[in-house]
């Protein structure tokens, strides 16, 4: 297989096997609840040709929500447009097009993605609702032989259990593909959600039949069962039956596509074959180079170079990395690295619309539109968490691992353990400013006996390096800044145990800030505060 279709192939696989094991598992829910309802009915009956024509539609309305999941699912939080936005939007388009014509662009590029992902949501709410009504009537249907307009009935009734569970879907935000930190088998990961997957269907099973049972005041008489109070009770029963079986259904289906989409795949030829021998690594870093950009397949890739670098299953692709020319390793490090510094750019163009003027902080304390602008730049900057963890991983653990594996010395002829401590210290000082950390150069003058820093009167001047201290600690902004600041500590204190030997010599002879800091300015600071930091980290004071 070449390495320009293994993703189209993986995917494919994928979507595959999921469809495959769905079917299964739908089928042999469906069976045993059609017989439950059978043993309800008392005796009534169905022909042969409607409980196969029940069976398939109730395999195509699966079929419909497992393709507007697929097509919604990813694994980066896409943000969406609000319904005033794109009220807004239309609206200024409209009169645009009144004014000045045609000739120029309504929408910029970011608000045309945000509509996309809002359209796909509707899209998706509407195939919920029609996979409802199919779902519900081929599960309720078959239970008892009744008139159309009472199976329109249970039809709409379906329809409002597909809405619950597309609100609820889309409010959620469960089409974000979650990556476990820990890689289990297929069938193990499968057995420990199915607990939640159950619970969960149960909940909004309940939701859905409250709702519906309130629909039923809002229809025409003729849409009604009129029934005697017995035999409302066991249709209302049957009804909430047919309602969990598909709730079941569709929760077990998401389930089956969280396990099998974001299990590790491995970017390498089999162990042994000529690939194996020349370059092992070529499809991994091809992958990794020409993958559309928070596509599913540069997350697979990138999880799978992070197991790589930091496990000891398959030391022979590790090993590849450093090969004599050093390329492979250059190539390594500058995918990691990319990710690493978009974040750390992110970072500094969000907070450059705040200062630490300690003179004017009351008046920051209310969140102008500006402070709203900035804070959603800061929150896109930092949606790209879960690849930036693996990148930050994946680094500390290769740089550490060259100190004893490198046996070329292609990781420092290279340049690239000057680029990646200069590149996460920089990271890390932007994540900590973003919580609310003041970092500056602390100046050799300010220091008394047993480096204590002598308080100093605050002159109004700002320092350095700009930080964030007006926002709330309990944001979701801060949760994963510091969950990537703590990845990113435990990345540079790694590389740092490694090479501590080296770096404590450097230190001794002033060639510290030489060997393992970049020239230049970095992306975010300065390089004095770099090299101070740098000295925190080697002296374990870093926190």
Known sequence: MSSSSLPDEVVKNRWLGFLIWQSITSAVIHLSSSLLLHRLGRGSSSSVAATLFAFLAFHLSLLLLSLAIFLLSTPHPDPS??????????????????????????????????????????????????????????????????????????????????????????????????????????????????????????????????????????????????NMIGKFIIQQLRFYIGILTVSICWELSHHLLQDVHTR???????????AAETNPSEILLETLEQSSPRSLIQYL????????????????RRGAFFEETGETYQ??????????????????????????????LLSKQLNSPVDIQVDSRLHEALNDFQ?????ARALGALTARSHLEDRYGVAQLTGCNKAVVSTLLSCL?????CVGKKTSVQLAHMLGPANIRWATVNTGKRDAVPALTTKKRGAALHAKAYAMADVLKTSIYQV??????????????????????AEGKPIY??????????????????V
């Open 387 to 391: 690849i930036c963890s693996w990148c």
């Open 264 to 274: 590790r795949c491995i970017f390498a030829p089999p162990q042994g074959s000529a």
């Open 429 to 433: 000082l932007a994540v900590e400013a």
């Open 496 to 517: 740092v145990s490694a090479f501590q030997t080296d770096m404590q010599a450097n230190a001794k002879a002033s060639v510290l800030e030489k060997n393992w800091i």
């Open 81 to 226: 447009a609000s319904l005033p936005d794109l009220a807004a939007a239309t609206l200024r388009a409209s009169l645009k097009s009144l004014v000045g014509g045609f000739s120029r662009p309504s929408f910029t590029a970011d608000f045309a993605h945000r509509a996309r992902r809002s359209l796909a949501s509707g899209v998706f709410l509407l195939v919920c609702g029609v996979a409802g009504f199919l779902s519900v009537v081929a599960v309720c249907g078959n239970a008892e032989v009744v008139d159309g307009a009472s199976l329109v009935g249970v039809g709409l009734r379906g329809l409002v259990f597909g809405l619950v569970y597309g609100l609820h879907y889309v409010y959620r935000r469960r089409w974000i593909l979650k990556f476990p930190i820990i890689q289990r088998p297929f069938f193990y990961s499968f057995k420990i959600g199915l607990s939640q997957s159950l619970k969960r269907a149960l909940k909004l099973s309940v939701q859905a039949y409250v709702s519906s049972v309130i629909l039923i005041f809002f229809l025409p008489d003729q849409l009604k069962n009129k």
């Open 331 to 360: 190539r390594t490090i500058n995918v990691c690295l990319r990710p690493i510094e978009q974040l750390a750019s992110g970072l500094a163009e969000g907070l450059e619309g705040f200062s630490i003027n300690r003179s004017d």
């Open 301 to 316: 890739a990138y999880l799978d170079l992070c197991l790589v670098t930091e496990s000891n299953a398959e030391p022979w």
């Open 525 to 542: 600071g300065t390089r004095e505060i770099l090299i101070q930091k740098l000295h925190l980290f080697l002296d374990y004071r870093a």
